[in-house]
């Protein structure tokens, strides 16, 4: 690891949000890719983490950190290409399946989404299978993404696309999941259509998709 790999690392680390703004900035200009600042941001929040579990850190640190790895990614986005006549680029319906309250990292998506001029309703924590669908119907969203941490979450999302899909809203509605509960696996295994990392990933999978509509329209 480079020295300025570890400035990053290092600024989530003291929480010091001038000193990580600074440092990515830094990383940008010196070509760094946007996944790999990504990736030493998660590393960062992964320091944070283990010191809110050693009791070092409060939850409020947590949340703080996630407040700096959002500013600093939206810093990272490229310069947004003009947002589209209807003013919108596509509509997400987002949540956090049943049975987990764990919204940091889902705040984190929905927050570069917005960024990025996507449309988002955000259903929020423990979200059971059946407002997913509901809202899917009214909504009508293009993508529709599930968060997780839970050991258990997986089976909830699963749970959630078959629900989708006896609604006949999937696979016509494609379903991005994410969060510690899944992997590219897991995401084969629950029928989702694309796992992502993390909200970059998920920005380009929500890009994809309204392009493939457009060139259909
Ligand atoms: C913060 C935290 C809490 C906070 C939550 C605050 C909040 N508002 O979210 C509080 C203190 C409330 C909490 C409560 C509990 N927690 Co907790 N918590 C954590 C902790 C420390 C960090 C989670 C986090 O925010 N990570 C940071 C974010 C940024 O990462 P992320 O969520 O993975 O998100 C990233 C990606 O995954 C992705 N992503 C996320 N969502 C999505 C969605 C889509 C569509 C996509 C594409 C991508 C994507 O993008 C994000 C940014 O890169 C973890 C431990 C750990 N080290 O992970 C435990 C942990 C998740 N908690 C755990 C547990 C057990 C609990 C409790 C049951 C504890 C208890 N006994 O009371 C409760 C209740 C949980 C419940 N019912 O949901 C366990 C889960 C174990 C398991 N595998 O089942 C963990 C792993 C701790 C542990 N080691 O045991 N918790």
Redesign the pocket.
């Known amino acids: 690891m480079n020295e300025l790999e570890e400035r990053v690392l290092s600024a989530m680390e003291r929480l010091d949000d001038n000193a990580l703004q600074d440092a990515v900035r830094e990383a940008v200009a010196s070509g760094f890719t946007s996944a790999r600042i990504?990736e030493l941001?998660?590393q960062g929040?992964?320091r944070v983490?283990?010191l809110?579990?050693r009791g070092e850190y409060f939850?409020a640190d947590?949340?703080v950190s996630?407040m700096m790895?959002r500013t600093a990614l939206a810093n990272l986005l490229p310069e947004s290409e003009a947002v589209p006549e209807s003013g919108k680029r596509g509509r997400v319906l987002?949540g956090v399946v049943s049975?987990?309250?764990?919204?940091?990292?889902?705040d984190?998506?929905v927050q570069v989404l917005r960024t990025e001029h996507f449309d988002i309703l955000d259903l929020g924590?423990?979200v059971p299978a059946a407002d997913f669908v509901r809202s899917a119907q009214d909504y009508r969203p293009d993508v529709i993404?599930?968060?997780?941490?839970?050991?258990?979450s997986s089976v909830e999302m699963q749970k959630v696309i078959s629900a989708l899909a006896e609604a006949g809203i999937h696979p016509y509605t494609p379903v991005?999941?994410?969060?510690?509960?899944v992997s590219e696996l897991v995401m084969g295994q629950i029928g989702a259509d694309q796992?992502?990392?993390?909200?970059l990933?998920?920005m380009l999978f929500c890009k994809n998709v309204m392009d493939r509509k457009l060139r259909h329209e």
């Open positions: 990504e941001l998660q929040m992964s983490q283990k809110f579990e939850l947590l949340i996630g790895f987002i049975g987990d309250i764990h919204d940091i990292g889902k984190i998506v924590v423990d993404a599930l968060s997780g941490v839970m050991g258990s991005i999941v994410g969060g510690a509960c796992y992502a990392r993390g909200p990933d998920t």
